[in-house]
């Protein structure tokens, strides 16, 4: 599956502001929109009760501004994507149109979901959040480009410099982030790991 | 220099390190449910995979089921397509489903340990954050998205970087009233709701040592709310001692090499951790949620603190918890009206949950115009409080009594908040529409608390009644 479609090396695009510290998997996903046995449908869904009231009438958010409609790169705050491990928050997201996140930090979960999704999430200081963020609302079609190689994201002339898991940048760059095909290279040493655990066959 | 827990259940379980750097880590046990899994089996489907170890995966179906009537088509045809998913799949693939009619149905983090499936020395994944709870035997459990159900399915192994280690050293004695919940609620508003990013939070101490096998599942279970992945307490004599006998674990002979191993496995004494943290409880107080996640909690006779004297990474949330909930900085939390008394869930849905809110509530009646009801956290919890009476307690006090599920915790089944409805509950998170109204409002504390506040019609301190 290594091959160049699912190399994740530049991602580049316009970018969304989203503010915010905490925000949480069930404010990106609301819980009801679960009740679901595919991811497919959930794009419409994402951030749902913060872009709408309970009678479906928008409410004022940059996710429906039509100056964003185009964005491809979500920017946001601290702790993005803390709580339930639901991998229906970036499968939400990536089905509204996201190829990639920026923010303060992320929650460990989400972090990992979005690694295994193939969405690079990578983490900046505040001060850069704040620059990107004026950049993008002084103009919206202004283009971002998150380098993995470098690690960095430029803007306008400007370059900041990002983190994110060493593992998961390797992934990303090197097409391997969609896990199961690495796993099942090693099924000997799996079997072998598996039947040494002391508990592998009841204590018997 | 010895080596804690993570280090050797890390050792025993590793089966490489791969390429990107992360090490490829066997799966001892693999829970499952219905909302977390179906997108799994298609995956598993769309790339002609099997499923590796199906003895090594258990399911049962919590967050979506009814918690009033059962009968099937469920009333929810979502509901009732992810049911007939979860049923499907267990079936075809030879999975161990314990669905309603099994008798043993319940909340994934309640049936695993009640069933001896939860073990010591294990590495123990769930599709959901709250996993961690199979910490509290000394296993290595934690919550995975989707697509690592389904790596797990396919192949028993999963990628993952090795987690730092804190430790969290608890000291002193609980006052009346004060509860494990506390503790944990007080731990996570202590060192964040992001303080636990990239660790694993080892739970250890005299109070730790002293809790029961249920009160260390509800410090367990709510680590990830303070950020951290893992939450786990050492195994000892009072593990082994709730394990002895249950379904899954193993007997005679098979027991005493299985004892020996769980005693191997605890932290050396002179292990070496990331970070030491230690909190005295001598003086803890019922702790009560004021904002809108589970670090922004205080004592109950405690003011709501100045947004303004708080770290700057923590007044965004509570600024705009102040407003969702419509409380004032100074204000305390005794005295604030609530509109729903919910006791149950992964956090405090066990026997001894309901034990303590039963025995505060015999001879009492709930407040006028409080909607209260009482979730059993497995059907073997409920079979057991019917034994024992607590159902004829709850319900002539006012409660519904209900059958096991994930109810009002999270708002994927009939029971949700309505509007802007004030819930106090026993769960574990406050986050805006998380009990499945987008306006209302959540107050996270300990089950006794909770069905003191249903009594009074309003936030109590246990301690003064």
Redesign the interface.
Known sequence: MANDDVKKIRIEGRGVYV????I?T??II???F??????DGLGKYAFY?VRFN?DETPKEHPLNEEIYAAANILLS???FG???????A??ALKRFGFDAFIAE?F???FA??CA??GLPAVSVKKSAVENLAAKIQKSPQIKVVISLMDKTIECDGEIFSFTM????R??LI?G?W???F???K??A??EA??S????SK??? | MGKHLVDKIWELHKVKTLPSGQDQIAIGLHLIHEVTSPQAFAMLKEYNMAVKHPERTFATADHIIPTESRARPFADSLAEAMMEAVEKNTKEYGITFFGPESGLQGVVHIIGPELGLTQPGMTIVCGDSHTATHGAFGALAFGIGTSQVRDVLATQTMAMGKPKVRKIEVKGKLSRGVTAKDIILKIIAELGVNGGLGYAYEYAGETIEGLSMEERMTVCNMSIEGGARFGYINPDQTTFDYLKGRKYVPSGAAWDKAVEFWKSIASDADAQYDDIYTLDVNNLKPMVTWGINPGQAIGVDEPIPETASLPGEYQDSAGKGLIHMGFKEGETMEGKKIDVAFIGSCTNGRISDLRDAAEFLKGKRVAEGVWAFVVPGSNSVKIQAEKEGLDKIFEAAGFQWREAGCSICLGMNPDKLVGNQMSASSSNRNFIGRQGSPTGKTLLMSPVMVAAAAVAGKVVDIRKL
Do not use: W
Request: hydrophobic content about 20%; aromatic content about 4%.
């Open positions: 503010p915010g510290d905490d949480d069930d404010q609301p819980a009801r679960m009740r679901c046995v595919t991811f009760d309970a705050n601290n702790n803390c709580g339930s491990s639901r991998e229906h970036p499968q930090s929650a460990e979960i990992g979901n295994t999704l898991p060493e593992s998961h390797q992934s090197n391997t969609d896990t199961v690495e796993l099942q090693n099924d040493e799996v790991t598996l040494s655990l002391p508990y009841g204590f018997k």
